[in-house]
Nanobody
Framework: QVQLVESGGGLVQPGGSLRLSCAAS????????MGWYRQAPGKQRELVAV???????NYADSVKGRFTISRDNAKNTVYLQMNSLKPEDTAVYYC???????????????WGQGTQVAVSS
């Protein structure tokens, strides 16, 4: 059993900052890429940022220069530092990870439960 648990969402004013965390736990053998997605009301889920096991990163154009993704491999945790937040960043943010469990040779996608981020004055 593998779980992803997110934390750090909340309400913030435009221009403010939030830091999201996502910790993977359970019968983990290895973790490949980890990332953050978001889904606003009435819209499709979209990729925000992704980081490989080697530390390479990729960002959606809408968040480049404002958001930073990082990971602590020793803690099986991925972070998303969000600065200069805008109302259009309001969404439910989901953590995603490609994980190989101790019980088999294959990697599978796992998702967190989501954490709400609201940017409003």
């Amino acid at each position: 059993q593998v779980q992803l648990v997110e934390s750090g969402g909340g309400l913030v004013q435009p221009g403010g900052s939030l830091r999201l965390s996502c910790a993977a736990s359970g019968s983990i053998f290895s973790i490949n890429a980890m990332g953050w997605y978001r889904q606003a009301p009435g819209k499709q889920r979209e990729l925000v940022a992704v980081i490989t096991s080697g530390g390479s990163t990729n960002y959606a154009d809408s968040v480049k220069g404002r958001f930073t993704i990082s990971r602590d491999n020793a803690k099986n945790t991925v972070y998303l530092q969000m600065n200069s937040l805008k109302p259009e960043d309001t969404a439910v943010y989901y953590c995603n990870a490609l994980i190989r469990s101790r019980f088999g040779p294959y990697e599978y996608d796992y998702w967190g439960q989501g954490t709400q981020v609201a940017v409003s004055s």
